[in-house]
């Protein structure tokens, strides 16, 4: 089995470098764009099932690539929805620094730490 792993397509919050984690944002054009693209790339893969968070940007991306599949309906799964950034949802990565640059600190060291 090959499991296929794609992003969402690009939204305004993107563009504007925000943190936009559990917010549910939509696709922007660029983002549109670039699905319908991923969607051409995929056609000729034997796709069998396509999951998607239930974040309208995912959702969207997942629908536009599933119409290069014989409209394959997209199943969701809450567990891959994205994090929720709690105060930082909506602050630019300059924002965060500035208005929690403790956080940044602890985050940059120990990112990736599990307990």
Known sequence: ???LL???GETNWNLQGRCQGASDLDLNSSGMSQAEEVGRI???EPLTAIYSSPLKRAFQTA???GRHH???PI???RD???LDHGLLEGLTFDEIKS???AFIGRWREAAAESK
Request: hydrophobic share 40%; aromatic share 8%; proline share 4%.
């Open 1 to 3: 089995m090959e499991i």
């Open 6 to 8: 794609l992003r969402h």
């Open 42 to 44: 995929l056609r000729q």
């Open 63 to 65: 629908k536009i690539i």
């Open 70 to 72: 014989s409209d394959l």
């Open 75 to 77: 199943l969701i799964d």
């Open 80 to 82: 891959f929805r994205e």
């Open 99 to 101: 208005q929690y640059p």
